[in-house]
T-cell receptor, first 110, second 112 residues
Framework: DVKVTQSSRYLVKRTGEKVFLECVQD?????MFWYRQDPGLGLRLIYF???????EKGDIPEGYSVSREKKERFSLILESASTNQTSMYLC?????????FGQGTRLTVV | SQQGEEDPQALSIQEGENATMNCSYK?????LQWYRQNSGRGLVHLIL?????REKHSGRLRVTLDTSKKSSSLLITASRAADTASYFC????????????FGQGTRLTINP
């Protein structure tokens, strides 16, 4: 079975902190994605990567950056966390067709 | 940029009834996928329909695709309480096929 693992299920951080959300997949998938999910807004794509060291902005990249140094790991970085980045963050990986999602990280910025 | 838009936003039915959800999109697709999300969890892939297919079945799921209307529907027959979840469509565009974008989803509630 494909496994996509997000490093934390719940996270509480302070405003201004640098935050790293890690995602690891075990199936050698080329494409990886980071989304945030907020009530009434659905899933919004932050960044995606189609290969090592390759990245593309999604619909809401402001305030975020990403890193993909190895194929299996895709990191989302909040350079300076703000309260409006409190959200559920979902990572996914895909090759060709269906995507596999992690369990989500609920981030609260206080 | 929302590539797929689900309708209705919320649907509440009695157990045993059929549930139909719709998805509309704007540009030419390679395929269209449907996902389910249980509360507080990641999405799970349900079914994929290719642009040259009109209908596809998987268990109690039936998906149709009308490329002339740029729309798809997901039918869940004989609904169960366990089907309570949010359902999302993801049209995979011909241009930019690596990108996977979801809409707001349809929140389905099955009442016992």
């Amino acid at each position: 079975d494909v496994k996509v693992t997000q490093s934390s299920r719940y996270l509480v951080k302070r405003t201004g902190e640098k935050v790293f959300l890690e995602c690891v997949q075990d199936m050698d998938h080329e494409n990886m994605f980071w989304y945030r999910q907020d009530p009434g807004l659905g899933l919004r794509l932050i960044y995606f990567s189609y290969d090592v060291k390759m990245k593309e902005k999604g619909d809401i990249p402001e305030g975020y950056s990403v890193s993909r140094e190895k194929k299996e790991r895709f990191s989302l970085i909040l350079e300076s966390a703000s309260t409006n980045q409190t959200s559920m963050y979902l990572c996914a990986s895909r090759v060709n067709t269906e995507a596999f999602f992690g369990q989500g990280t609920r981030l609260t910025v206080v | 940029s929302q590539q797929g838009e689900e309708d209705p936003q919320a649907l509440s039915i009695q157990e045993g009834e059929n549930a139909t959800m719709n998805c509309s999109y704007k540009t030419s697709i390679n395929n269209l996928q449907w996902y389910r999300q249980n509360s507080g969890r990641g999405l799970v892939h349900l079914i994929l329909i290719r642009s040259n297919e009109r209908e596809k079945h998987s268990g109690r799921l039936r998906v149709t695709l009308d490329t002339s209307k740029k729309s798809s529907s997901l039918l869940i027959t004989a609904s169960r309480a366990a089907d309570t979840a949010s359902y999302f469509c993801a049209p995979v565009l011909i241009q930019g096929a690596q990108k996977l974008v979801f809409g707001q989803g349809t929140r389905l509630t099955i009442n016992p």
